[in-house]
């Protein structure tokens, strides 16, 4: 069963692997990658991410991120979108669906194409209710990468419908949630769980691990400003 | 004489918004291949025809853009591949405007092809003779009367006797009179059109008209339909569902319709054992093949159910301790027919790709599959933030893409806009700037146009505000001082 996994994988040749063919990624030196060449992963384009990753998300993939809205950390997924729709990943230009179930303040396309997306191959969706609405897109095999953001928490079935979703349609699936995540919920199906936020009058971001990494990491955030005045 | 349908880049260039009527001036004795366009046509006069293309704009946008152009700027292409080419082509947002500018086109050989909203579409229309004008308004009253309207107040000859005495030649030489003082003069009718001229928009008699105008579409020799008696009433979505599958492959079987059609949408009518019949609309985002899917009826089905579902919805009685379903209400019989299909001349069957081999193909399928709509966007070379981008459905003409400068500049600005954006700024209770405020970018406000976005003013500064809580915020400062929250930054 596994091996024709591997075969149907192999012989998908919209996927190739990440350190192969994407200049900027970093060389895979993880025991993970080491013992299955064949996994596929896309890259963030932020070393950091992409070191805390071992050199990208793989297909099949279930992320969970805790990220305030309006702090700044939804910047990393779109940065990932734009690796992943641009080719800067891997070469292939993936199409990528953003469902959101925040009707105001919705999504700027402009900054997003000012950040590398391509929004030829940008989808997207409103909907309260994402996996029920969206089932046949999550279930499609067009969009490979999906990303879900909802301010509450998805119920445990959905997670586990996501997760069969990412791993049988070779997709990476991301939930974003407004709250930040805690060890003590019950949700095993996300292969990674995080939480993003941006300490007060700081200009980085913390990323700590809450299931599936064991490391927390720092990054700059996007906003860089030499004459930014912050409070004492 | 026919004209090749090549438009001038000014008969395009300038329109704000996207245009979805189009006026057709045609030699074809029954209006050509239209109904391969658009499934809601109206034959206006002998020779012009209305075609309404606001459900099929998002289908033609995406096989426009597989050629990398604009839904406006393929439409000629579109119009040159049919068996009948028409001679001279206006689009509008109004099927008026779009008629009243075909009246001048007519009469300029070299314009075959005019977009009423460009800059030279906005020119055109001052050209308008009052007597084209006056014509125009005989047959929209004639259309008035044919489909029932009464109580039409209009005094063309008092019309005919200002115009002679004041000897005036063009429209334009009053286009600064209200149309109440119009309609106080000349009749409802009259004050009606000359609003709808000068882009105004205003109901005539009956508000089911598209727009308040008298639409009268042409209708098809016969439509494919099917109706059936149930032996016991349904209730359940799960023992409709094959039946309706068994129906929709007899109405692919029925010889009054061939395979190459393509279904715009379907009415479903259903009548119960105690209440008023039902009539459902299934409607599908793009052109539908029902014949390829025989058999299973997947996207139909699926469509049905969206259909179902907020069709019942809207039937629940509320009660006291909540909403239930009315107790009896159960489907006793039904008919399905193809309401809106697309009738292809073998000239643009090539643009149907059925065979899902491309991944637009695949897109457009899967959205003919989901409840909501998947959105696409793309940007322009506006400064403006709400004004930057647009629906890529409702984009009139490629942006500037091709200017390095341009694209550069803009990407350089938008590098600091956020990642999200309030269509409508909200004002904060902070008047006084934050120290933790960065200045962004000053913006004039387009105050000297009507389409000014709110609040107004002349400029606004933005800034980028760090709030106590760790928002970062995307703020301006008005004219006088007061802030407003514009995005967030995600």
Not at chain 1, 33 to 61: M, W
Not at chain 2, 22 to 46: C, H, K
Not at chain 2, 416 to 430: G, I, V
Request: proline share 6%; charged share 20%; aromatic share 10%.
């Amino acid at each position: 069963m596994v091996a024709a996994e591997v075969l149907e994988i192999l012989s998908d040749n919209r996927i190739r692997t990440a350190s192969s063919n994407h200049p900027k990624s970093l060389p895979v030196t993880s025991a993970t990658t080491a013992n299955n060449p064949q996994e596929v992963k896309l890259c963030f384009g932020i070393s950091a991410l992409d070191e805390l990753f071992s050199g990208g998300l793989a297909f099949g993939t279930l992320l969970e991120m805790g990220i305030p809205f309006g702090n700044g950390g939804r910047r990393l997924l779109v940065q990932f979108i734009a690796a992943a729709s641009s080719g800067a990943s891997d070469g292939q230009r993936h199409w990528c669906l953003w469902i959101s179930a925040r009707q105001q303040p919705a999504a700027y396309p402009p900054a997003w194409q000012a950040l590398g997306v391509d929004l030829q191959r940008l989808r997207f969706a409103w909907s309260a209710s994402p996996v029920g609405d969206l089932k046949f897109a999550l279930l499609n095999d067009l969009f490979r990468v999906i990303v879900i953001d909802h301010p509450a928490p998805l119920k445990p079935d959905d997670h586990v419908f996501l997760a069969q979703c990412a791993r049988q349609h070779r997709k990476i699936i991301v939930v974003a949630r407004d709250g930040f995540l805690d060890p003590r919920d019950s949700n095993t199906a996300a292969k990674y769980r995080l939480n993003i936020w941006r300490p007060a009058h700081q200009n980085i971001l913390e990323i700590t691990p809450v299931r599936g990494l064991h490391r927390s990491t720092k990054v700059s955030s996007f906003f860089q400003h030499p004459n930014f005045k912050i409070d004492p | 004489m026919t004209y090749p349908v090549l438009p001038f880049s000014s008969a395009l260039s300038g329109a704000s918004r996207l245009s979805s009527f189009v006026a057709v001036y045609t030699d074809a004795p029954d209006g050509g291949d239209f109904l391969s366009i658009t499934p809601r046509v109206m034959q206006w006069n002998r020779h012009t025809f209305i075609l309404d293309l606001s459900h099929v704009t998002q289908y033609w946008t995406q096989i426009a853009s597989e050629q990398d152009l604009s839904f406006t700027e393929f439409l000629p292409k579109l119009f040159e591949s049919l068996s009948h080419r028409p001679s001279c082509v206006t689009i509008a947002d109004h099927p008026w405007r779009a008629l009243v500018a075909l009246s001048v086109a007519l009469e300029r050989p070299t314009l075959s092809f005019l977009d009423v909203q460009s800059h030279l579409g906005r020119k055109i229309l001052h050209d308008v003779s009052w007597t084209n004008w006056l014509a125009l308004c005989r047959e929209l009253r004639d259309h008035l009367l044919a489909t029932g309207s009464k109580n039409i107040q209009a005094s063309f000859s008092a019309m005919t006797k200002t115009i002679e005495r004041m000897r005036l030649s063009n429209i334009s030489q009053m286009a600064d009179v209200e149309a109440t003082a119009m309609q106080r003069r000349f009749g409802k009718l009259i004050a009606t059109a000359w609003d709808w001229t000068w882009g105004k928009q205003r109901s005539l008699f009956d508000e089911t008209f598209i727009d308040g105008f008298p639409w009268q579409g042409v209708t098809y020799k016969e439509s494919p339909k099917i109706s059936r008696y149930l032996e016991s009433s349904l209730r359940e979505w799960d023992h409709i569902a094959p039946l309706l599958c068994e129906d929709l492959n007899k109405i692919c079987n029925l010889n009054c319709w061939t395979s190459s059609e393509r279904v715009v949408s379907l009415e479903w009518v259903l009548s119960f054992s105690c209440s008023p019949s039902l009539r459902i609309p299934v409607l599908f985002r793009h052109p539908h093949a029902l014949h390829r899917e025989s058999g299973h009826h997947k996207t139909a089905l699926l469509q049905a159910f969206y259909s179902w579902q907020n069709a019942m919805r809207s039937r629940k009685k509320p009660e006291a301790d909540g909403e239930t379903y009315l107790s009896d209400d159960a489907v006793t019989e039904w008919s399905v027919s193809v309401a809106e299909r697309l009738i292809m001349p073998s000239s643009i069957q090539s643009l149907f790709k059925d065979d899902l081999s491309t991944e637009s193909a695949q897109l457009r399928d899967l959205e003919n599959s989901l409840p909501v709509p998947l959105v696409s966007y793309t940007t322009t070379d506006h400064w403006s933030p709400e004004r930057s981008f647009t629906p890529t459905h409702a984009q009139n003409i490629k942006d500037l893409q091709n200017i390095p400068f341009g694209h550069i500049a803009r990407l350089a600005m938008n590098q600091r806009r956020p990642l999200f954006m309030y269509d409508h700024p909200e004002p904060l209770a902070e008047k006084h700037q934050s120290s933790a405020m960065v200045f962004c970018e000053r913006l004039a406000t387009s105050w000297w146009t009507d389409t000014a976005p709110s609040p107004r003013g002349t400029c606004r500064n933005y800034y980028v505000r760090m709030t106590d809580d760790g928002l970062l915020q995307w703020v301006f400062q008005n004219d006088d001082g007061s802030l407003c929250l514009h995005g967030l930054y995600g």
